[in-house]
């Protein structure tokens, strides 16, 4: 299996500009999650998905970021406009939903750099 | 709340030499515990994790840790380390809200000294 495929690797763009990352998870997964990395805040879940459907988006720092999974292949998170503060380490995350839920195991996509100047 | 701490933010091992990482936690019900490498512009890779059972659990790359109930910890532990170990790595605690929600500690970044 590939694993979880992020797109783009490094993102660099301009104040106010639009950002959309990309998720591919592991075929036959049924969660995603996508979590910010930073240094002051370590890792936090911004939005978990089941059956592609948002179930939590409390981590949702704020209106301007927004995510989709139209199918179970594939998710975006856009950031719009976007700010300097945004800048951070975003990885995408899939696992199967099966038994308890705190016992399943995420495997992670290589992460999306994404500095906004 | 719950929460994971990872004391040490830093630690720096000779190459073959044994390491410790420490891992806290707090949680009210039963842990599920995991450890997570991080290698330099790589994803978190699942090292281990403990649900129930024997408290010393075994993973990848020849790590293992012990899951100690008294003392709240789920400590990460290599015999011997190698060059390539040299990578953060996050203890976390799984949580069930309806979906699995990981709690991360802050991190560990390991350096190996020849």
């Known amino acids: 299996d590939a694993g979880v495929i992020q797109s783009p690797r490094h993102e660099v763009t301009e104040m106010g500009q639009e950002v959309t990352l990309r998720c591919k998870p592991i075929s036959g997964h049924n969660s995603l999650f996508w979590y910010r990395q930073t240094m002051m805040r370590g890792l936090e879940l911004l939005i978990y998905f089941n059956n592609n459907v948002p179930i939590d988006d409390s981590g949702m720092p704020e209106d301007r970021f927004s995510a989709k999974m139209p199918n179970a292949s594939f998710s975006t998170l856009k950031i719009q406009p976007s700010e300097p503060r945004d800048s951070a380490v975003y990885f995408c995350?899939?696992?199967?939903?099966?038994?308890?839920?705190?016992?399943?195991?995420?495997?992670f996509g290589a992460g999306t750099r994404l500095s906004v100047l | 709340a719950q929460s994971v701490t990872q004391p040490d933010i830093h630690i720096t091992v000779s190459e073959g030499a044994s390491l410790e990482l420490r891992c806290n936690y707090s949680?009210?019900?039963?842990?599920?515990l995991f450890w997570y490498v991080q290698s330099p512009g790589q994803g978190l890779q699942l090292l281990l994790k403990y649900f129930s059972g024997d408290t010393l659990v075994q993973g990848i790359k020849g790590f293992e840790a012990e899951f100690k109930r008294s003392q709240s910890s789920f400590n990460l532990r290599k015999p011997s380390v190698h060059w390539s170990d040299a990578a953060e790595y996050f203890c976390?605690?799984?949580?069930?809200?309806?979906?699995?929600?990981?709690?991360f500690g802050t991190g560990t970044r390991l350096l190996v000294s020849p």
């Open positions: 976390a605690v799984g949580v069930d809200t309806g979906f699995q929600k990981l709690v």
């Open positions: 949680y009210g019900a039963t842990p599920y």
């Open positions: 995350a899939s696992s199967l939903r099966q038994g308890p839920a705190a016992k399943n195991i995420q495997y």
